[in-house]
């Protein structure tokens, strides 16, 4: 059905774009074969939006009166997507409802829609992983979050990537970064970050995150970049708002290192960082349009502004993206529904979104506001840059400022909401209260029943003061999301006198000088490597061990070696000798323990273990690399000249060593023979060597 | 059954076709009004080919249906409105017509008279009584089979015209344009100036001075000048700023334009209302060329509810964000040219004073269907 629907919507689309020759306006059918897929990652893993979330997901959180999912749909429908996959996580029969019921899933949207449940995962890598597993993605795919809006006309970022890709199969993702001056409002400040980008090529060599509450004063690059790419530029001026192009190879690889959660912070930190997967990652840098994400109230705030403000444009509330909206645009950016009730004596100033059925009563000034759908507002309430949704009653004389006011929630007369207030659903205020501006009320209870607080909502009130749980836990990574994500924070001036923000801008004031431009090859010191280097000796022979004591899967064993060699960033070298300690430790374990003769015990633990070499041996050079090292390995063991003989004899049957890398280490490698011991363990060997040539001579004469 | 079935299935299928569209023209997806224009022609055309009816007065309400649908998606995009309202007139028309010469009392009037003076008459007077005629009449045996092909060869006839609009006006540039003349262009948008001014490159020498209409037409400006300038035009763009100190040396002022209204007053492109009065100040004539496509049944009694806001980010940098956080940004597309400031229309009827401009209105629509 799914398939046939879109079909039908891609046709009529190309024929309509016929008709009016435009450029854009159908374009999927200048690449018809190459359908562009889409998946929309609706959960956010994150609690900032708490607790409005306990309750809705995020990606249906109202902003400027119509969902955020909307606006990700649009953009996906502007970009010419023609299949969407929503994972939906949190709250996802609210979000599979919610798309059902929407006019996506009707036989005129521009792509097909499907939502596919992941319910345990917990991070975008689990979500990727999923994906991988249930084999959903055919072919390169636009990774989005739910809760984006751009108006980024796609098809050149789209060419620019496939161009890429038919150069060079390992260019496997493309993000699409908007440049913003650092203090812009629409960046969150949480999550900032650097970008090193080579000049010409835009391939982004280095990624790294700023923490803005650890005083990063230097980040360190591999001196190895600076041979590679003759212009760098170090850029902190983007808007990263996780739009990203992706190939296959992207969930594939999250899955193949199960310890990548986060898109950026953990994938591409670790692509870049890891020399040996080859991959490479560009970046597309938007001059002209907009692209933005809601990650936090902060950016919920400058988002609803942008789009208020017509940044948008064309997705801006009088383009009335839901069916039954009605918003008009009135001078000095105001947007009215019908069927709105306004006293002749209450003032709406600019920059204010009012939905249908809203009344608004005498005496009433209301700036910079979004008030949404069947909203009662008294006499002589003062609302100033707030976000109130559908259904909120405010009483007379009320003030609100700079705070989220949900649904269904009513503020009592004469009541004060502080800037950075979160009032949630259905919560009462009581007449008279003052509600702090580091408040979030709610009354959405937990596990356990609480008591009202009183304190907090009034006598009459309902709610409860909202605490995070992972408060006690993280505190200082809380308080650094909080202090940044705050819906407040955009609001008060930057030269706020407030401590613990111009600490942060004193910090990235140091990063502005922007586009400083490296060429010459900096010294950074290497450090720690050789440390670095003996813990990986030590976990991938305990990995090893572990796994031929458990007898696990053969895959699974290579898999979390290769895990930790990309963790660690070894070598292969390093990884054959860690395994080849911990097998020749288990065969002379065998040995020594009388359960096996030598020969036996080889065999046994070879044939079951050998082919996890496969994936560490590649050529000649690994070969005698890898005879060396079980040679050096021999001489440590009881009975080492034997395990010697059957291990060669053994992985010279299973093809992993052929005959000509042993003839050259034999004869020719000068280290084979450099101490005694190495000698000694090597004395059973010539027989098997005589055996090997005749048996070569005998099947040669035959 | 089956036939039922397939007849559901391809209203569906019309629907989807309808919501399609509307999200295109929401998306700015379609945009322009003479891409507007064709688009709701065609779908107008399938419409009407699928629909089903008994009295004409069924057919009438759907596309006024129809047409509130397309028309509140994108209120400021006055040429979807105005081909509805053609299509409208033009089955009013069929079925009068098969009704005046199928019952002989309705023809007493009306074929002597010329059509525009019929329009007229059916208005003030015997408007409200064809009107219940035509209910009455329903009975009027088989008339839609009749009609269908009609109509539908009517807006075959509609898009022909569309199609053909530039060429009509462009022909008409030879009596507009002297030898050695200097003329002024501030909408460089326009498709129907370039035609009007390429094709009479043909027959004269003349010079162009482009107005760059920053912001949104920059891009637009230098495309548009390097075309004249291919064609052998001798071609200058200038900034907005320079309009006034060289209207003195300018002959005439050519305007492609966005909309017409009834009373002769223009929506085109922002900037263009300044540059009208500084040649009204220097006395150069000032015209404007239009496809009828564009003339809408509308006045502009709320000026501010026909301009479209564009986006601000043409205006200022979005990267600037201390900008950004502080200062109110609006960006009209367009501006409204009142008709004391333009001299002529040329539309592919020919040319007009703006003040004759609801004649042309009164003569392509019918006045019940301004409201749709």
């Not at chain 1, 709250?91 to 345990?120: C, G, K, M």
């Not at chain 1, 860690?578 to 030598?598: D, F, P, V, Y």
């Not at chain 2, 007849?7 to 009004?33: C, M, P, T, W, Y």
């Not at chain 2, 085109?268 to 009208?276: E, K, Q, T, V």
Request: aromatic share 6%.
């Amino acid at each position: 059905m799914g398939p046939k629907k879109g079909g039908q919507a891609g046709g009529n689309k190309a024929k309509v774009g016929k008709q009016t020759a435009q450029q854009n306006a159908a374009p999927e059918e200048t690449d018809q074969d190459e359908r562009l897929q889409a998946i929309v990652l609706s959960d956010s893993y994150q609690t900032r939006f708490q607790p409005l979330t306990l309750e809705t997901p995020r990606c249906l959180l109202p902003l400027c009166n119509t969902p955020l999912l909307e606006y990700t749909f649009e953009f996906l429908a502007l970009a010419g997507v023609s299949e969407v996959i929503v994972v939906c996580c949190a709250h996802a029969d609210q979000i599979q409802e919610y798309i059902a019921n929407s006019r996506w899933s009707n036989p005129s949207s521009p792509f097909t829609i499907e939502t596919v449940l992941s319910p345990e995962s917990v991070s975008v890598g689990d979500a990727m992983r999923d994906l991988d597993a249930k084999g959903l993605i055919t072919s390169d795919f636009l990774l989005v979050s739910g809760d984006i809006v751009c108006n980024v006309p796609f098809d050149k970022v789209l060419a620019d990537h496939r161009q890429r890709r038919a150069k060079d199969k390992n260019a496997i993702m493309t993000m699409v970064l908007r440049e913003a001056s650092p203090f812009h409002r629409t960046r969150a400040r949480a999550e900032s970050a650097i970008f090193v980008l080579d000049e010409q090529t835009n391939q982004c060599v280095h990624y790294e995150e700023i923490k803005t509450r650890k005083h990063m004063k230097q980040i360190s690059l591999d001196p190895e970049i600076f041979n590679k790419h003759t212009d760098l530029a170090i850029r902190n001026d983007f808007i990263d708002c996780h739009i990203d192009i992706c190939s296959p190879d992207v969930p594939a690889l999250f899955t193949e290192n199960f310890d990548y959660n986060h898109i950026r912070k953990d994938f591409v930190h670790g692509i870049l960082t890891s020399d040996l997967l080859g991959k490479t990652i560009f970046a597309h840098i938007v001059t002209d349009n907009y692209a933005a994400r809601v990650r936090s109230l902060q950016t919920y705030d400058a988002v609803s502004k942008d789009v208020i403000s017509r940044w948008t444009y064309p997705i801006t509330p009088d383009s009335n993206l839901l069916a039954d909206q009605t918003f008009q645009y009135q001078r000095g950016h105001i947007y009215k529904e019908d069927g709105i009730v306004l006293a002749r004596s209450c003032r709406i100033n600019s920059c204010t979104v009012v939905g249908a059925g809203t009344a608004v009563d005498d005496g009433t000034v209301i700036t910079g506001s979004v008030i949404g759908r069947r909203c009662k507002i008294g006499k002589n309430v003062s609302i100033r840059s707030a976000y109130i949704w559908d259904d909120v009653t405010i009483e007379d004389d009320a003030i609100i400022e700079s705070a989220i006011i949900a649904n269904g929630a009513v503020i009592g007369a004469s009541s004060h909401v502080a800037p950075g207030a979160i009032v949630s659903y259905n919560v009462k205020i009581d007449t008279n209260i003052i509600v702090d501006g580091n408040k979030r009320l709610t009354k959405y209870l937990g596990e356990e029943d609480k008591k009202l607080d009183t304190d907090a909502v009034g006598e009459d009130g309902d709610g409860y003061v909202y605490e995070d749980a992972s408060e006690a836990e993280e505190d200082d990574d809380y308080e650094e999301i909080v202090n940044s994500s705050g819906l407040v924070y955009n609001m008060a001036s930057l030269n706020a006198s407030d401590t613990s923000f111009s600490t942060v801008s004193a910090d990235q004031a140091h990063r502005k000088s922007r586009r400083r431009r490296v060429s010459t090859a900096s010294n950074n010191t290497i450090a720690s490597e050789d440390s670095d280097e003996e813990s990986f000796l030590r976990e991938a022979q305990a990995s090893v061990e572990r796994a031929v004591a458990e007898n696990h899967d053969l895959d699974i064993a290579a898999l979390e070696l290769s895990t930790l060699r990309m963790a660690k960033n070894a070598q292969f070298h390093e990884v054959r000798a860690a395994t080849i300690a911990a097998l020749i430790g288990r065969i002379s374990h065998l040995i020594n323990s009388n359960t096996l003769k030598a020969r036996a015990a080889v065999e046994s633990v070879l044939n079951r273990w050998g082919p996890l070499f496969r994936r560490q041996v590649f050529d000649q050079a690994d070969q005698i690399d890898f005879l060396l090292l079980i040679q050096r390995d021999c001489t440590r063991r009881m009975q080492g000249s034997s395990i010697l003989l059957h291990a060669i004899n053994c992985l010279y049957d299973q093809d992993i060593l052929e005959e000509e890398a042993i003839l050259t280490w034999w004869y020719q490698d000068p280290q084979r023979k450099e101490d005694a011991d190495m000698v000694k363990v090597g004395e059973l060997v010539p027989r098997w060597l005589d055996w090997l040539t005749t048996a070569e001579e005998e099947s040669d004469s035959e | 059954m089956l036939a039922a079935g397939a007849h559901i299935s391809k209203e569906k299928d019309l629907n989807a076709h309808i919501e399609a569209f509307v999200a295109q023209i929401k998306r700015r997806q379609i945009q322009g009004s003479y891409n507007v224009a064709l688009a709701t022609s065609q779908l107008l055309l399938r419409v009407v080919s699928a629909a089903r009816w008994t009295q004409i007065d069924q057919l009438v309400t759907q596309i006024k249906v129809l047409g509130k649908r397309l028309q509140s998606a994108q209120p400021r995009e006055l040429a979807c409105g105005n081909i509805i309202r053609r299509v409208l007139a033009l089955i009013r028309e069929e079925s009068e017509d098969t009704n005046d010469s199928e019952s002989g009392d309705g023809a007493i009037n009306s074929p002597l008279i010329t059509s525009m003076f019929s329009l007229l008459s059916t208005n003030d007077e015997c408007g409200p009584n064809r009107q219940s005629q035509s209910l009455s009449d329903g009975t009027g045996r088989s008339i839609k089979k009749d009609l269908k092909p009609y109509i539908i060869e009517g807006i075959q006839e509609l898009i022909d015209e569309l199609k053909s609009i530039d060429e009509s006006i462009a022909s008409m540039g030879v009596e507009m344009i002297h030898e050695n003349e200097t003329i002024l262009t501030p909408t460089p948008n326009s498709r129907t100036v370039l035609k009007f001014l390429l094709r009479t490159a043909q027959k004269r020498k003349f010079t162009v001075l482009v107005v760059e209409v920053f912001p949104n037409d920059v891009e637009k400006t230098h495309e548009f000048a390097l075309k004249l300038a291919e064609a052998g035009i001798e071609t200058t763009v200038i900034t907005d700023a320079m309009v006034y100190s060289i209207m003195g040396r300018v002959g005439k002022v050519i305007l492609g334009t966005h909309a017409v209204l009834a009373n002769g007053g223009l929506l085109a492109s922002a900037g263009a209302a300044m540059i009208c009065q500084c040649a009204n100040v220097h006395r150069t004539p000032v015209v404007v060329c239009t496809g009828l496509y564009k003339l809408s049944p509308m006045y502009p009694f709320d000026i501010e509810s026909l301009i479209e806001v564009g986006d601000t980010g043409k205006v200022l940098e979005f990267e600037d964000g201390s900008l950004v956080d502080k200062v109110n940004v609006v960006n009209p597309l367009y501006d409204y040219v009142p008709p004391e400031s333009v001299d002529l229309c040329i539309t592919n009827m020919g040319g007009y004073s703006p003040n004759f401009m609801y004649r042309l209105v009164l003569d392509h629509y019918r006045q019940e269907d301004t409201t749709l």
